[in-house]
């Protein structure tokens, strides 16, 4: 405590007539009220790729009250020169940087292949990590990441930042207060046009495995599970890429879940159309806003159509004769990504639980792997929720 405040805590106490004792105790209470209202440090963080969404998690840090980037991981030219315009020191590997830096949390937003090697090695040093979706390449790496890191009590979180926008959260609210009755059908749209050029600059993007399936539908499917429970089977079907990938351009999938719901996912990367998530919902400015929706949910008292969040019920009876009618549910308006590194730094601290943990990343991308199966062969999937981490 500063000592010209102690005195005058001292000279008003002894005025009032009060003991050595009660003043000493006086002090004690002053001194852990004062340190109680002192601001924590910022918590120190690192990003592994500082591509397209490594740059937003960046700047998302940057605007943090909570959070500071200390370095960047990322060997390439336009890595370095952006850790550079960011003041910060740039290395060509997470060992390297280790080496050098103590954070507190690593971001990871590589290409999938590397996710487990890099997250891996977080794990091994202690450091709670946030992964980009999807988790991994494959469910038995993923798997083999979780284990670990539960064995090693090391908190991993999953970047299904859509959780994090007011948006979804409203949604999951009006569901869970029983506003559209029992979740019945769920339908998700996922339709957009990507460029040539998308593909030149980073040729992963055109092999097997990074096709709009693994890359956007992840997304969608995260969210149906998050509204409506766990996917018990799948039956799917996929067109190869027109342009000479390896990947897919256009899939379908219909995914029954343990509720008895039904729901029909679509998604394309080589078709123009304004019902995407991307376009739908202002979340990043860099997409063009269309005024439409790209998920509709139905129950048996009410229906949402998101992101407009326009609530449709029956006004009188529940009957297809009877008005049908709308109203637009309110809803904050912020950033995800600035929601959830604020949410990281919170899981960092032991405030809070991941809101979408290892253990649920892993759960999404089973049912990814279950839509790839599918499609290739025309089977219909079970899964048996070998998800579960001992």
Known sequence: MDMVLENMILAQSAAKGMTVGEMTGLLSQNALS??????????????????????????AMAQSLDAQLIGVVDPSDAGRSAAQSLGLSCYNSLSEMLEEETPDGVVISTPTP??????????????????????????????????????????ILVGHHRRHNPIIKKAKALISEGRLGQIRALQSTCWFYKPDDYFEVAEWRKLKGAGPISVNLVHDVDLMRHFCGEVLRVQAQSVPSSRGFENEELASAILT??????????????????????????????????????????????????PDLRLW???????????????????????????????????????????????????????????QAAASTGETITLDHRSAIG
């Open 34 to 59: 004062a340190q109680n209202t002192l601001p924590s440090p910022k918590v120190r963080l690192a990003i592994c790729g500082l591509g397209l969404v490594g740059q937003r998690h960046a700047a």
């Open 114 to 155: 590397l996710h487990v090697e890099q997250g891996e090695t977080c794990i091994e040093h202690g450091i709670p990590v946030l992964i980009e979706k999807p988790l991994a390449a494959s469910i038995e790496e993923a798997r083999h990441l979780v284990q670990r890191a539960k064995e090693k009590d090391i908190a």
């Open 313 to 371: 019920t029956h006004p009188d009876a529940k009957d297809w004769w009877s008005p049908i009618s709308a109203i637009s549910m309110p809803s904050e308006t912020t950033d995800p990504l600035h929601n959830q590194i604020r949410h990281f730094v919170e899981v960092i601290r032991g405030k809070a639980e991941p809101l979408v943990s290892g253990e649920e990343g892993l759960k999404t991308l089973e049912v990814i792997d279950a839509i």
């Open 257 to 306: 879940f343990d509720t008895g719901a039904i729901a029909t996912v679509s998604v394309s990367d080589s078709v123009v159309s304004p019902w995407s998530w991307e376009m739908t919902s202002k979340e990043y400015h860099i997409y063009p806003h269309t005024h439409e929706s790209c998920y509709m949910i139905a129950g048996t008292e009410g229906a949402l159509s998101i």
